[in-house]
């Protein structure tokens, strides 16, 4: 498939998934009980009212399918919607939050892509205690929550040796870097370690293939060996694994951004749906969907560079 | 992998689960020991003012404002940040009593006409005049049946505010009303400049819309999730504040917002409930905790009479069955006070003497063999007595154990329904969220030294009062419209008998200020006038 032909399929789909997404999420709001009142009228509440003029402002008690018409009419013409909850355009909210989700999920990502491929592929070449020590951290890194990896992070680098600020997501450049250091490797730590083990299982797998036993037996050497013919055979599942997880950890993310303080999409995305502030959660739900779509068309780049015979777009 | 490697990770993660457990278990006794040493009888109203200036000053806010603009912002966060930008009619001051603000004089010719002097000299932060158009306008928003203005109550008697001189405002209302006088010192009262307010619409007080307002900070800059930035005022009319910046940060986890004080990465912070980490501030030796006078109560609120809480004498039985001394101990580690009444002694802000010895007939004392006795007579209710806890907040669900206990103890079933915290608002006004649920616990507070502004709460009127209690309507009324002290003393404490024998709500404890300081600077005010009157501008370097 040609790349153009290849881009179109994937931009129809992303339609139809933004769409059908849209409405599910949409339609799961609706019928869940709550109403974002309580956030436009104050912890003091409101008489009856006051109730009805917002209520009626805002078009709450409207019919589901004319608030869902609206909303996807405004999309149509590029406008995210208002947030009744913060008296804001969308835009602006998740404009002010996507940089900080994007440097965090970047850095956890390479975080992920290094410590994981390195690991795993250590644990299988090298065997004995180094693989039962690498397993049993990947086994504890797996099944250490995020919260508690980033309270120990705190304790220790922050408040304990001071190399690290203990909150936030700094002024831009090297201070948004340095502050989201301890975040990133808190997010990272349970993806590290079950990459480490599907980068482990897949090295032990190609290294007991025939091509593998040939070239040892021709003599190449080792390294040559380890990088041309098993890391590059095995880096497709490694791939697949490292993009599903980068997807996930961009609303993931909610429990790392609490501790550390960090307003990113996840913790906007909970708080959305919990004060029922429609527009936002659309908003984010979308730009979740995009961003996992995004990031699947780049595996499946990927994939065509690692294995030249996987043509685009091929179910291979 | 083999079966000698499987117990050897095995016995790994038993060993690093061991190692959390019991990380986590020394904390709790941390926790619960409290042993704090704090004066209750004598709280602080400020802290040693500043000396020298500093350049910024790092504040954390529990949660990020929904919005500056004042009638938007009846919660902690947002009266944090407001009271330092927009300043009000009349002033708060450090000992919650009241002094000239914006207002530099008021005249009542008549109980039922106010007039403001406005303040000469004052100017918005952008060089404009203070004048009486922007007043008149700053209260006018706020007057009518669908004002969204969260002080909207407070204008229900308001008939007309008008300019009627180029320095004067007169407020008419349509009967005499003393929490409309009195709410002129909280954000209620606070003025914003008509030109600004009217641009930006409904994106005032955001983000987007900014703000304009004539306070000892200026809004510099609000970015989204991630801070607010205010800046010393160079043309305030006051004292210029020594700080030249001050910046906010939203830490909502409390361990994090204790670790960012303890490490100096937050200057200062405001707790409405003493944080669980208080002792760790207690030991630093970074910062300074200090105490501070307080309106803010912590109550148990019934939301229903059709259910377990209906009779009167099984909610006199289990508020008899609270141990509050045990429960300031746990709950709030000793930084807490038995309450007996809802208004505790910081509201008496006139005719102290009558309220003190009104307070005295009452006690917060446990009387097992009496509530016994109420539950006997009343009969135990068939269906458990249901009270939603806010999810995620240990003081809730410590409480709710207290109270739960209590019950047992005489007799009663109590059950609780966790509800998320983002949802718990809902309550307050939601008939539906209020469902099947008996009571909840909440911290409230009147926003002046009236205890007036509790208790009216319970007229059958009020968006508090959620089962339609009436039984005190007469003397709350009457109060509302006394202006005379001494007679309004008496009505208030006629409505506050009724209201704590038969109590609609049960008193639990009254909640000082908890302020932490970075030793760097001093000078924040300590009591609970941090909500409406510039508490920052007094803040400095210490030498």
Redesign the interface.
Known sequence: MSLRAYLLRRAGGLLLVLLVTSFIVFGLLYLA???P???????????P??????TAQYHLNDPFFVRYAAWLGDILRGDLGYSI?????VS??IS??IG?TLALVSMAAVIIAVVGVAAGTFAALRGGWSD?LT??TA??GL??PSF?VG?AL??IF??GL?WF?????GTGGLDTIVHLTLPALALSVASAAYLARITRASVLEESGREHVQTATVRGLAPGYIVRHHVLRNSLIPIVTVLGLTIATLIAGAVVVE????L??LGS?LV?AI??RDFAVVQAVILVLVVAFVVVNAIVDFLYTFIDPRIALGSRQ | MSRRRITIATAALAVAGLALTGCTASENTDETDGGLTVDLSNLATTTEPGAQPVDEVKWNLPYEPMSLDPIFGFNYAENTVTANLCESLVRLTPDLSTEPGLASGVEQPDDTTIVYTIRDGVTFWDGKPLTAEDVAYSLQRQVGETATSYFSSYFQNVESVAVTAPDQVTVKLTQPDVLFTQAMGTAAGAIVQKAAAEAAGEAFGTPDGGLQCTGPFSLEAWSSGKSIELAAYEGYWGTVPMAAKLSFSFIADESTAINALRTGDVDGQYFYLPPAGLTQLESSDEVTTTYGKSLVFWTMVTTNFDGGLGDDRIRQALSLAIDRAALTKVVFQGAGIPATTLAGPDYWGYEQEAFEQAHEEFSADADFERAKQLVAEAGAPTEPIVLAVQGSSAVHEQTANVIQAAGQAIGLEIETKVIPVEQFGNLYFDETAREGIDGFFTTNYGSFADALDVYQFFASTDSHNYTGWDHADEQLFAARAETDPAARADLVIDAQRIITTELPWIPLAYEPVTLVQNDRISGATASFAYLYAPWAASIGGTE
């Open positions: 009980p709550g109403s009142l309580a956030f436009i009228l104050g912890p003091r509440g409101g008489t009212e006051q109730i009805a003029a917002v909850v913060y008296r804001q355009d602006s909210l002010g939050r900080t039962q397993s049993t086994a504890i099944s250490t508690v309270v705190i304790s922050a408040v001071g600020p203990t909150f936030g997501s609490n501790v550390f303080a307003d990113g906007l708080r919990l004060q």
